[in-house]
Protein backbone atom coordinates (compact mmCIF):
# COMPACT_ATOMS: atom_id res chain seq x y z
CA UNK A 1 0.00 0.00 0.00
CA UNK A 2 1.28 3.08 -0.95
CA UNK A 3 -0.38 6.53 0.64
CA UNK A 4 0.18 9.79 -0.63
CA UNK A 5 -1.64 12.77 2.06
CA UNK A 6 -1.98 16.17 0.72
CA UNK A 7 -4.16 19.35 1.54
CA UNK A 8 -2.31 21.06 3.98
CA UNK A 9 -0.85 25.06 3.96
CA UNK A 10 -1.26 28.06 5.67
CA UNK A 11 -4.27 29.11 7.59
CA UNK A 12 -5.03 31.45 10.23
CA UNK A 13 -5.86 30.40 13.74
CA UNK A 14 -9.60 29.65 13.44
CA UNK A 15 -9.83 28.64 10.04
CA UNK A 16 -10.59 24.88 8.59
CA UNK A 17 -8.18 23.19 6.51
CA UNK A 18 -8.85 19.53 4.93
CA UNK A 19 -5.94 16.95 4.30
CA UNK A 20 -7.03 13.98 1.84
CA UNK A 21 -4.65 11.04 2.12
CA UNK A 22 -4.36 8.51 -1.13
CA UNK A 23 -4.19 5.48 -1.20
CA UNK A 24 -2.91 1.95 -4.03
CA UNK A 25 -3.63 -0.93 -4.16
CA UNK A 26 -7.20 -3.09 -3.68
CA UNK A 27 -7.02 -3.90 -0.01
CA UNK A 28 -7.45 -0.18 1.28
CA UNK A 29 -10.89 -1.39 2.82
CA UNK A 30 -9.06 -4.20 4.67
CA UNK A 31 -7.12 -1.75 6.68
CA UNK A 32 -8.16 1.10 9.24
CA UNK A 33 -6.47 4.14 8.87
CA UNK A 34 -5.03 7.23 10.86
CA UNK A 35 -3.92 9.94 11.60
CA UNK A 36 -1.07 11.43 13.33
CA UNK A 37 1.50 14.67 13.34
CA UNK A 38 4.36 15.62 14.36
CA UNK A 39 5.78 19.26 15.17
CA UNK A 40 9.45 20.28 15.61
CA UNK A 41 11.27 19.00 18.83
CA UNK A 42 8.27 16.57 19.59
CA UNK A 43 7.40 12.85 18.73
CA UNK A 44 4.79 11.62 16.84
CA UNK A 45 1.24 12.15 17.95
CA UNK A 46 -1.96 10.51 17.54
CA UNK A 47 -4.78 12.41 15.78
CA UNK A 48 -7.60 10.50 14.67
CA UNK A 49 -8.13 6.54 13.39
CA UNK A 50 -11.00 4.96 11.35
CA UNK A 51 -12.34 1.54 11.27
CA UNK A 52 -12.18 -0.68 7.92
CA UNK A 53 -16.08 0.60 7.48
CA UNK A 54 -15.40 3.94 8.45
CA UNK A 55 -18.32 2.96 10.92
CA UNK A 56 -16.50 3.68 14.03
CA UNK A 57 -13.59 6.41 14.50
CA UNK A 58 -11.45 7.31 17.49
CA UNK A 59 -10.31 10.80 18.02
CA UNK A 60 -7.34 12.04 20.33
CA UNK A 61 -8.37 14.79 23.05
CA UNK A 62 -6.69 17.63 22.16
CA UNK A 63 -8.98 17.52 18.40
CA UNK A 64 -12.04 16.22 20.22
CA UNK A 65 -15.01 18.66 18.80
CA UNK A 66 -12.64 19.92 16.04
CA UNK A 67 -11.58 17.15 13.38
CA UNK A 68 -13.74 14.67 11.77
CA UNK A 69 -12.02 11.32 10.31
CA UNK A 70 -13.52 9.91 7.18
CA UNK A 71 -12.92 7.81 4.57
CA UNK A 72 -14.47 6.97 0.80
CA UNK A 73 -13.20 3.08 0.25
CA UNK A 74 -14.69 3.45 -3.58
CA UNK A 75 -12.13 6.69 -3.75
CA UNK A 76 -8.87 4.36 -1.42
CA UNK A 77 -8.77 7.87 0.29
CA UNK A 78 -9.08 9.03 3.86
CA UNK A 79 -9.86 12.48 4.75
CA UNK A 80 -9.07 14.99 7.69
CA UNK A 81 -11.55 17.75 8.22
CA UNK A 82 -9.44 20.36 10.72
CA UNK A 83 -12.02 23.19 11.82
CA UNK A 84 -10.96 25.63 14.66
CA UNK A 85 -7.49 25.38 13.69
CA UNK A 86 -5.17 26.63 16.69
CA UNK A 87 -1.21 27.70 16.57
CA UNK A 88 -0.66 24.06 18.85
CA UNK A 89 -1.90 22.01 15.68
CA UNK A 90 0.87 23.31 13.36
CA UNK A 91 2.79 20.16 12.81
CA UNK A 92 3.11 17.55 9.75
CA UNK A 93 0.11 15.78 9.32
CA UNK A 94 1.31 11.58 8.28
CA UNK A 95 -2.09 9.61 7.01
CA UNK A 96 -1.75 5.58 8.27
CA UNK A 97 -2.73 2.78 6.79
CA UNK A 98 -2.21 -0.99 8.28
CA UNK A 99 -3.92 -1.48 11.78
CA UNK A 100 -6.06 -4.23 12.08
CA UNK A 101 -8.47 -2.15 13.85
CA UNK A 102 -8.56 0.97 15.48
CA UNK A 103 -5.54 1.89 17.32
CA UNK A 104 -4.05 5.46 18.74
CA UNK A 105 -0.17 3.06 19.29
CA UNK A 106 2.02 4.18 15.72
CA UNK A 107 3.25 0.57 15.41
CA UNK A 108 -0.34 -0.60 15.04
CA UNK A 109 0.56 0.58 11.56
CA UNK A 110 2.59 -0.78 8.50
CA UNK A 111 2.39 1.51 5.62
CA UNK A 112 2.75 5.69 6.18
CA UNK A 113 2.51 8.41 3.74
CA UNK A 114 5.34 10.76 3.22
CA UNK A 115 3.57 13.35 5.48
CA UNK A 116 2.01 17.44 4.70
CA UNK A 117 2.74 20.22 6.55
CA UNK A 118 0.34 21.99 8.29
CA UNK A 119 0.86 25.76 9.89
CA UNK A 120 -1.60 27.64 11.68
CA UNK A 121 -0.56 31.51 12.74
CA UNK A 122 -1.67 33.54 15.44
Known amino acids: VQLQAFGGGLVQAGGSLRLSCAAS????????MGWFRQAPGKEREFVAA????????YLADSVKGRFTISRDNAKNTVYLQMNSLKPEDTAVYYC????????????????WGQGTQVTVSS
Open 96 to 111: AAGAPSLSSWYRSYNY
Open 25 to 32: GRTFSSYA
Open 50 to 57: ISRSGGST
